[in-house]
Each structure stands twice: as structure tokens, then as C-alpha cells.
């Protein structure tokens, strides 16, 4: 069987300087040659600094942006030759979720119909069979069913996000690209979030991207890591061979500010009540 995802040579560009005709003079490359493999079921880390190219990968390989060259294979298939029906179901299968779950969500729409609306658009399902649906991913999430008619202003970062991912889930995807999706929680209810998604991992077998400027959250979370320093994957290998024997200066530097070495892809104690 093929891998879920394979991505191989991706390279985009910007233009940066342009001539008094408005041709381009010069361009910006943000991802050069990046190449990597995910198989079902398991995470995939990127890891590097802001402005590396890591959410430049992400919205790539969910074609939300055109690279200049490069292939995506997604099931055996090319992704970037989807059209009509199978680009449907591909934007179905690959979901995101995103570091500011407020600005992913629409202040105007309750939770029910935030969660709910994905399941009419793709599969026309509306009433109590979606509300049915709705409240039981809402729940797998942590939401109780009385928030359901309330407002994304009504609830915390941490409460969002589990909105964010339930939403992510109500149409079974075969995997997320999680874009930074603790960054912005604080440090008790990132541990929350991050268990919910190694969970849900378990649970369903999904995979992830999991994107992350924090090497220690990547440690946790990923079976085998990239990291990108300007744009370039400087080092890739499974999450173990990168943090026992880091090889490239820049990963050599992200690991030796990680404190602790030892909580590798294992739930972490939380202290316990909502977030
Ligand atoms: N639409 C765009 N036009 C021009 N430059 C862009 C655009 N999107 C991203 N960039 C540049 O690409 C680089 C990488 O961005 P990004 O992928 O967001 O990095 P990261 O997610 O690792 O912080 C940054 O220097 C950013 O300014
Ligand atoms: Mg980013």
C-alpha cells in the first residue's frame, strides 16, 4: 500500500522585486526541494523557526496554495491534478486546524451550526441527524450539549480549540495538518489539547502534520520529524534518531534547549477541570 501522503521536490516562491513594468525581478524562494513521507495513522513533524516555510508546506499539501514545482501524492494519488469529485473528497479526507482557532471560526455562527455545517455542504445532512452527530463529536471533544447555541466570543482558547478540532473531525478525515494549534494556550491547557489529539490519533487512526516552532511539543506528539531552517529540510529521521543524535547544526541547537528528554509520545499528567 502506498504511504497517505508522499510529497517530493516542493518549491514555491514569491516575488520580491519587481521592474518599473511590473515584471518580476526577483523571487523569494519559502520552501526549496522539501520532500517527505506520511504513513496512516502517524504524525509528521515540522518543526523550525517563524518564517521557515512550515505553514507554507501545510497549506500546499492541502492545495489552499499552488507550489511552483513538486509532487503530492495523497493515497497513490496526485493531489495536484484533483478536479471536480475527487478534489471533494480530498478537501474532505485532509483538514486543518490553525494556531488562533477564533479567526478559523465564524463569530456569527453558533457552535452547532460551526460544527454541523461541514456535514450539510459534503453530505447534505441536515435536522436531528446532524444535530445528533454534532453533539456527539462535541462531546468526544470535551463541549457539553448546553454550549452548543453559544458563540465562539463565549469560550476560552482552550475551549475553541476543541471546537476547532471537532469541527476538523465531523467528516472522518484521514488526516489533519495541525498549523501551531497550541501556540497560542496557555502552558496547562496545551497538555490538554495535545492528549485530546493523541486520543483522537489512537482512536481513529488518524494522521497528522503536526507544525510546530517548539521542538519539545514535536518531540511529544511525532512519530518522524523535518526540520526547516530558510525554507530547506535541513534534517529529517524519526523522532527518536533526531533527538538522540541530532546531526545538523541547527537541530543540534533545538535540542539542546529542550528540557526534557524523556517524555517522548506519552500523555502527560494534567491537572484536572475544563479549559
Ligand atoms: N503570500 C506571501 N507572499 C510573500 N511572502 C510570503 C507569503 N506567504 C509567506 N511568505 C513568506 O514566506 C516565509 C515563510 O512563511 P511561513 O510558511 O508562514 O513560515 P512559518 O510558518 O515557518 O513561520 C516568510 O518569510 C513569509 O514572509
Ligand atoms: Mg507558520
Redesign the pocket.
Known amino acids: 500500500m502506498s504511504p497517505l501522503l508522499e510529497v517530493s521536490g516542493l518549491r514555491?516562491s514569491?516575488?520580491?522585486k519587481r521592474d518599473f513594468l511590473g515584471r518580476v525581478r526577483e523571487r523569494?524562494v519559502?520552501?526549496n526541494d522539501v520532500s517527505f513521507t506520511l504513513e496512516r495513522g502517524e504524525t509528521l513533524g515540522?518543526v523550525?523557526?517563524?518564517?521557515?516555510?512550515?505553514?507554507?508546506?501545510?497549506?500546499q499539501v492541502l492545495r489552499l496554495?499552488e507550489p511552483d514545482s513538486g509532487t503530492i501524492r495523497f493515497d497513490g494519488h496526485d493531489v495536484r491534478k484533483f478536479k471536480g469529485k475527487d478534489l471533494l473528497s480530498f478537501r474532505r479526507r485532509a483538514q486543518m486546524i490553525f494556531q488562533d482557532p477564533f479567526s478559523s471560526l465564524d463569530p456569527h455562527m453558533t457552535i452547532r451550526n460551526a460544527v454541523g455545517e461541514p456535514l450539510s455542504i459534503h453530505f447534505g445532512i441536515a435536522g436531528a441527524e446532524r444535530d445528533r452527530r454534532v453533539v456527539e463529536i462535541l462531546q468526544r471533544v470535551g463541549m457539553r450539549e448546553d454550549q452548543l447555541d453559544k458563540y465562539p466570543r463565549e469560550f476560552s482558547g482552550g475551549q475553541l480549540q476543541r471546537i476547532a478540532i471537532a469541527r476538523a473531525l465531523t467528516l472522518d478525515p484521514d488526516f489533519i495538518v495541525c498549523?501551531?494549534p497550541v501556540a497560542a494556550l496557555d502552558v496547562s491547557i496545551q497538555a490538554q489539547v495535545l492528549n485530546l489529539l493523541l486520543d483522537l490519533q489512537a482512536e481513529r487512526g488518524l494522521a497528522y502534520i503536526f507544525?510546530s516552532?517548539d521542538l519539545s511539543l514535536v518531540r511529544y506528539l511525532a512519530h518522524h520529524v523535518i526540520v526547516?531552517y530558510r525554507?530547506e529540510v535541513v534534517e529529517a529521521g524519526t523522532a527518536e534518531e533526531l533527538f538522540e543524535n541530532p546531526q545538523h547544526s541547527y537541530t543540534k541547537m533545538l535540542v539542546s534547549a529542550v528540557p526534557d528528554p524523556r517524555n517522548r509520545r506519552r500523555r502527560v499528567s494534567v491537572p484536572t477541570g475544563g479549559s
Do not use: F, L, N, Q
Open positions: 514555491k514569491y516575488p520580491v523569494s519559502v520552501t515540522i523550525g523557526e517563524s518564517g521557515a516555510g512550515k505553514s507554507t508546506i501545510g497549506r496554495i498549523d501551531e507544525i516552532h526547516m525554507g
